[in-house]
């Protein structure tokens, strides 16, 4: 598999720009909406190129870890990160324990675009340096993507009402 498969979601919350920056950016909003169904724990939330986001998932008596390393900040415009979605719990990189051909890094990228009030998220999720294996798992995977992301956006409108109350 040569080519690089990308899952992308568009999606427009009723809410200011500054404000669905910081729901990405702010370890409180942040830690609510990211991982629906789920408690999620931010360890480290330092939003600035080199800076990491450190979080972990409990779910079913179990944690999850990953790490993410942002590339690219523009306030409040643009995040760009490598997301290493799986960890122990010393932020070392490991493999899926659900999916062993799961890319160990994504290209995560985030844009903000607002226009009347509201606010248009781009997200662009792709594996970085992946093998054809790994690429094929994340390709197979993308139809269900968006089940995670939406329940967590869906959270996002909730937070965004109470913040305009």
Request: charged fraction near 25%; aromatic fraction near 12%; hydrophobic fraction near 45%.
């Amino acid at each position: 598999m040569s080519e690089l498969p990308e899952y992308v979601l568009d999606r427009e919350f009723d809410a200011p720009r500054e404000m669905v920056w910081r729901a990405w950016t702010e370890s409180d909003l942040l830690a609510r909406w990211y991982g629906p169904g789920v408690e999620t724990i931010i360890h480290e939330l330092d939003v600035r190129p080199g800076g990491v986001w450190l979080n972990e998932m409990k779910m079913r008596g179990n944690s999850f870890y990953s790490k993410v390393v942002f590339q690219e900040v523009i306030k409040p415009e643009k995040l760009v990160w490598h997301h290493y979605s799986s960890t122990d719990a010393n932020w070392n990189s490991t493999p899926n324990p659900m999916m062993a051909d799961w890319p160990a890094v994504l290209l995560t990228t985030v844009t903000f675009a607002e226009a009347g009030g509201k606010t248009t998220v781009r997200l662009t999720w792709a594996p970085l340096e992946a093998t054809d294996a790994e690429k094929a798992c994340f390709a197979g995977a993308v139809a269900n993507m968006g089940k995670g992301w939406e329940g967590g956006y869906a959270i996002m409108d909730e937070i965004f009402a109470e913040l305009q109350a």
